[in-house]
C-alpha cells in the first residue's frame, strides 16, 4: 500500500513509519516543517505541510491508498489536536480513502468500576495529562460524528512507553486492556504493529478500539 504518516517524527508516529516500512508498504511522512526530515529513515518521501491550511493537507492525500495520524500537539496546545485531526479526516473523505486514527485512552473505561472512564475517573491521570486526555475525548467524538469517511480509532493501554517489538497484543473495544496484574500498559512498538495489522486487514471500520497486553 501507498501510506501517508501524519507526525510521522513523533514518538508513536516514527514507529508507525518503522513498521509500514518494514512490512514493504510506500510511506509518505509528513512533519511540520523540513527540519525535521533529518530524523526520518531512508526509503520514506517526506513532505512538510502545515496542518492548518487544509487544502494543502488534501493535496498531500491524493494518491494514497491509505491515511494514518499520529499527530500529538506540544504540551499548551492541546486544543490543537482535534482540529489538525479533523484536517486529515476531511481530506480522506474527499478523496474517499480510509483514515487510521492513534487515539487517546481517555475514552476507555476502567474495569471494576461503574463505567467510569480514564478521563473522568478521579485521580485517574496525572494533571499533566488532564488536558491532552480531554484533546482526545473531543477527537473521538469528532470521529463518531464523521459518517463520510470511512475511519478507525486506535486507544493505547494506560500506559504506551518505548520497548520491545513482540508482535503480541489483545485487542479491546470500550475497556483498558489489562494483564494478569491489573496493568493497562502496550509499547509503542506493539502499538504500531496492531496499527499496521488494521491497515492491512480492517476490522474495525468506522469503529474505536484498543490494545494492550493481557
Known amino acids: 500500500m501507498n501510506i501517508i504518516v501524519f507526525?510521522?517524527?513523533?514518538?508513536?508516529?516514527?514507529?508507525?513509519?518503522?513498521?509500514?516500512l518494514q512490512r514493504g508498504h510506500k510511506v509518505t511522512a509528513v512533519t511540520r516543517n523540513e527540519a525535521a526530515f533529518s530524523?526520518?529513515?531512508?526509503?520514506?518521501?517526506?513532505?512538510?505541510?502545515?496542518?492548518?491550511?487544509?487544502?494543502k493537507v488534501a493535496s498531500v492525500m491524493a494518491d494514497h491508498d491509505l491515511?494514518?495520524?499520529?499527530?500529538?500537539?506540544?504540551t499548551g496546545e492541546e486544543a490543537?489536536?482535534?482540529?489538525?485531526?479533523?484536517?486529515?479526516?476531511?481530506?480522506?473523505?474527499?478523496?474517499?480513502?480510509?483514515?487510521?486514527?492513534?487515539?487517546g485512552a481517555a475514552r476507555l473505561m476502567i474495569p471494576g468500576t461503574d463505567g467510569e472512564t480514564v478521563l473522568n475517573a478521579k485521580g485517574f491521570l496525572p494533571a499533566s495529562a488532564v488536558e491532552i486526555a480531554r484533546a482526545c475525548q473531543v477527537q473521538y467524538e469528532q470521529c463518531l460524528a464523521s459518517q463520510d469517511v470511512i475511519w478507525s480509532y486506535l486507544s493505547p493501554a494506560a500506559m504506551i512507553a518505548p520497548g520491545t517489538r513482540t508482535g503480541q497484543y489483545t485487542l479491546g473495544t470500550d475497556t483498558l486492556v489489562t494483564d494478569s496484574d491489573g496493568q493497562s500498559r502496550i509499547s509503542m512498538e506493539d502499538f504500531a504493529v496492531a496499527m499496521l495489522d488494521e491497515a492491512e486487514t480492517p476490522k474495525h471500520l468506522q469503529q474505536a478500539f484498543t490494545v494492550g497486553y493481557q
Do not use: Y
Open 67 to 74: 491515511a494514518i495520524t499520529a499527530l500529538r500537539p506540544p
Open 7 to 20: 507526525g510521522a517524527t513523533g514518538d508513536i508516529g516514527s514507529r508507525i513509519v518503522a513498521e509500514a
Open 80 to 103: 490543537q489536536l482535534p482540529v489538525l485531526t479533523q484536517a486529515v479526516v476531511q481530506g480522506a473523505a474527499h478523496h474517499q480513502m480510509r483514515v487510521l486514527i492513534v487515539g
Open 39 to 55: 530524523k526520518l529513515p531512508d526509503g520514506v518521501t517526506p513532505v512538510a505541510v502545515n496542518l492548518n491550511d487544509a487544502d
